[in-house]
């Protein structure tokens, strides 16, 4: 199975209910590190988590620095993976993060099933979460919190160091969700979503 397979599926079944409510944001490669790294699947809510792919024709070389970067950002995150990879993989992950194998169903659609459920990410880096906002939304925040012209011309790291500074984490996550949000040219288009769900009960709700 190839990685656009996989994700079509994710998004008709295991999604498909995150689509249909529009106080959530699910965007396909958000960029982490700004864009140095990239989410496959983005899912944004009353939290922030992360699907990240791995079909047979993936290579796993990169899978340690994508880990690195999800874990500094996402609430939870899951890697669907194809069966070839699972032992690779669960050697790899730390143990909070959840783990779905696909799998080639007799029609030749993709089968999901739950091997681990995520659990919540307690290592959550507040920088890596700022730097989640585009320049003028940081600006926008630090002046809504008083800070001077001079210090708002400064360069995106210091202006995340300032919102880090200034506002808790938990704060500060709720405030860059909301902005992910309201980039509504981000929403993913909708997709046919299918009756008869073949998908077992996946590890993120």
Same mark, same amino acid.
């Given at each position: 199975?190839?990685?656009?397979?996989?994700?079509?599926?994710?998004?008709?079944?295991?999604?498909?209910?995150?689509?249909?409510?529009?106080?959530?944001?699910?965007?396909?490669?958000?960029?982490?590190?700004?864009?140095?790294?990239?989410?496959?699947?983005?899912?944004?809510?009353?939290?922030?988590?992360?699907?990240?792919?791995?079909?047979?024709?993936?290579?796993?070389?990169?899978?340690?620095?994508?880990?690195?970067?999800?874990? *500094? #950002?996402?609430?939870? %995150?899951?890697?669907?993976?194809?069966? &070839?990879? $699972? /032992?690779?993989?669960?050697?790899? @992950?730390?143990?909070?993060?959840?783990?779905?194998?696909?799998?080639?169903?007799?029609?030749?659609?993709?089968?999901?099933?739950?091997?681990?459920?995520?659990?919540?990410?307690?290592?959550?880096?507040?920088?890596?979460?700022?730097?989640?906002?585009?320049?003028?939304? *940081? #600006?926008?925040?630090? %002046?809504?919190?008083?800070?001077?012209? &001079?210090? $708002? /011309?400064?360069?995106?790291?210091? @202006?995340?160091?300032?919102?880090?500074?200034?506002?808790?984490?938990?704060?500060?996550?709720?405030?860059?969700?909301?902005?992910?949000?309201?980039?509504?040219?981000?929403?993913?288009?909708?997709?046919?979503?299918?009756?008869?769900?073949?998908?077992?009960?996946?590890?993120?709700?």
């Amino acid at each position: 199975m190839k990685d656009e397979q996989i994700r079509s599926a994710i998004h008709r079944k295991i999604l498909r209910h995150h689509h249909a409510n529009v106080d959530t944001l699910v965007i396909d490669e958000l960029g982490l590190k700004h864009g140095r790294k990239r989410a496959d699947i983005a899912v944004i809510n009353g939290h922030l988590n992360g699907y990240e792919i791995k079909g047979d024709e993936d290579s796993l070389s990169r899978l340690s620095g994508q880990v690195e970067a999800y874990s *500094a #950002v996402f609430d939870r %995150a899951i890697v669907v993976v194809a069966n &070839r990879h $699972l /032992r690779t993989v669960q050697a790899i @992950l730390p143990p909070w993060w959840g783990v779905v194998v696909c799998k080639e169903g007799p029609r030749k659609g993709v089968l999901f099933e739950t091997i681990r459920r995520a659990t919540i990410n307690m290592g959550v880096d507040s920088f890596s979460v700022a730097q989640l906002l585009w320049r003028k939304e *940081a #600006v926008e925040i630090l %002046a809504s919190r008083g800070l001077p012209p &001079r210090v $708002l /011309r400064s360069k995106r790291s210091v @202006l995340y160091a300032h919102l880090v500074d200034l506002i808790g984490s938990k704060e500060l996550c709720r405030l860059v969700r909301e902005r992910l949000k309201t980039r509504s040219s981000w929403r993913h288009p909708p997709r046919p979503f299918v009756d008869g769900d073949s998908s077992r009960s996946v590890a993120m709700s």
